[in-house]
């Protein structure tokens, strides 16, 4: 019988360190797309077919062909490193449901606040909740076929953003786009925290 090696008990003592990012953005840019193209389990997601009941309520505009939208959070799971476990919640994008994010942003590191050119004006909001909140955040433009092309500076200067901010493109629908965004994300969130809490979170 072979014993196991040192490196193998080693392995089998790592215990990935749970870390809790939301997705955010306006209706329609794309976070339960996100969340679903990278979550290595089958996504918890809450949406439901849109009505006529949110007539004159939720803006379309630019995503007139969208039938579902989330009424309360989209979750998802994925393992980045041996040690890093991301737990994803996705914000529901319409202004009747911003009373739920003050809840889903408890104890995140970070946020993924995702931008569609055709509505920039919707990001304004999210951007505006986690800059009060001093929750760390970066801005992904979801690239939609037949979306305005901007640059980085122009996207920095119509939105506003802080020059230390990172700003990335991306496309959601894609599994390496969206994990490569996370990964930004949780190193930008890691150069904000204090040394003390950066040595605790084992990374």
Known sequence: MVSPSSDDNA?????????????????????????????????????????TAS???????GVEQKKTT??????????ISPHTV?????????????????ELARGAIGTVVLVDTRRLDSSFSAIDFFERRSIPFIVAVNCFEGSDDYTEDE????????PGVPILFCDARQRESSKLALIRLVRYAMSKLPEPELMSSGA
């Open 70 to 79: 989330t009424v309360a959070l989209d979750f998802g799971r994925i393992t």
């Open 86 to 102: 991301l737990y994803l919640f996705g914000t529901p994008g319409q202004e009747r449901f911003w009373y739920m994010w003050d």
């Open 11 to 51: 392995a089998a003592a790592v215990v990935p360190t749970p870390v809790k990012i939301i997705v955010a953005g306006g209706f329609g840019a794309g976070k339960t797309t996100m969340v679903g193209s990278v979550s290595e389990i089958p996504p918890l997601s809450t949406e439901e077919l849109m009505t």
């Open 55 to 61: 007539d004159g309520i939720d803006d379309i505009t």
């Open 155 to 162: 996207i920095r200067s119509a939105l506003a953003i802080s």
